[in-house]
């Protein structure tokens, strides 16, 4: 199971009890899962459908709860793709449709005998902070998704109105979020991209054991890759450390070779027969072996030192060189 899918399966657990938090749950999954369909003599039927059997329960006990109306339950296996179950919640009462789609905001009464379509959110629906929290929470679970925190940080909730994505958008940014929309093909994506935003999120829908197994990937994930940052740095250092040794030492040998370290001042003959001794030495293990002990910067400024005479000797042929 999808990490998208336990987190859906886990607020669909959550108790039903507050009837203006439940009209808002419901409101968001009718607006996002629902179709309208109008018959002859403007007959309206209304049909939700998921391919979520625990999502389609909780629709079903919302409707039997808030309207306690007659819902009509059919299952239909999806022929495209993974060719998964698809739910199809039907109500046919006319008046109780109009009731519950007026009552979610998704219609503003009648216009001339035709349905007027809302394609934002109705201001009714989230006075309160649960009710902000509700209605969100039923938009993850009609069109939302999480995807794998393992590969990456990304929440969408699909929308079919650019409207209702921006509205949808900004009832989510009043939790201090950074949400944004985008059209994708036909619909309207709402989306989260940052790891702290999407367990905040998850944190105000009631997803908390997805929060929990979200923050612990991102735990993992940090420490990983502080070790890699910390290994990525030890390892270019130690490979500066060595290409430097390397350079000072074939530099020494060539001065020993073409000048002879007995010409050198004793304080930078004393730091080149230490490096050729300790190839592996640090510059400060150097420092401590010399008497009296010096800082790295001394001594890396001796090495230096010896760097110079070496090239002016490469220059001038192994002759005449400054000490």
């Known amino acids: 199971m999808s990490f998208s899918s336990r987190a859906k399966n886990e607020l669909c657990h959550i108790p039903v009890q507050k009837s203006c938090c439940n009209l808002a749950e419901l409101a968001a999954l009718i607006q996002i899962c629902g179709t309208i369909h109008i018959g002859g003599r403007k007959r309206v039927s209304l049909n939700v459908s ?12 919302l409707l039997k709860c808030q309207y306690n109306v007659q819902t009509e339950v059919m299952v239909r296996k999806n022929q495209r793709l993974r060719k998964n179950n698809s739910y199809y919640l039907v109500l046919s009462n006319e008046q109780q449709i109009k009731k519950i789609l007026e009552d979610t905001g998704i219609i503003k009464g009648q216009e ?17 902070r649960c009710c902000k929290r509700a209605y969100i929470r ?10 794998d925190p393992e590969k990456i940080y990304h929440l969408e909730i699909v929308t079919h109105s650019d409207s209702y994505a921006n509205s949808l958008c900004s009832l989510i940014n009043e939790f201090g ?18 790891g702290e935003h999407i367990v905040n999120l998850l944190n ?24 890699n940052r ?28 073409s000048y002879g370290l007995s010409n050198l001042s004793p304080s930078l003959r004393e730091v080149a027969e230490l490096r050729l001794n300790n190839p592996d030495a640090s510059l400060r293990e150097l420092g401590e072996m010399l008497n009296p002990p010096i800082g790295k910067s001394g001594v890396n400024h001796r090495l230096r030192k010896l760097d110079k005479i070496a090239e002016e000797l490469k220059n001038k042929g192994g002759e005449g060189v400054a000490k």
């Open 50 to 61: 998921t391919e979520n059997a625990a999502i389609a329960r909780r629709i079903f006990l």
């Open 112 to 128: 001339e005998g035709s349905l007027r379509l809302n394609r934002t959110i109705d201001v009714r629906l989230i006075k309160k």
């Open 138 to 147: 039923g938009a993850f679970l009609g069109g939302g998704s999480v995807s």
């Open 177 to 194: 979020l950074n949400a944004k929309t985008i059209e994708r093909k036909n619909n309207y994506v709402v989306y989260l991209k940052e």
């Open 204 to 227: 105000i829908i009631g997803a908390h054991s997805a929060l929990l197994d979200l923050e612990n990937i991102r735990i993992y994930k940090d420490m990983r890759n502080n070790i």
């Open 230 to 257: 910390i290994v990525n740095c030890e390892t270019a250092n130690l490979s500066k450390t060595i290409n430097a040794a390397v350079r000072q030492i074939e530099n020494i040998r060539y001065i020993e070779d």
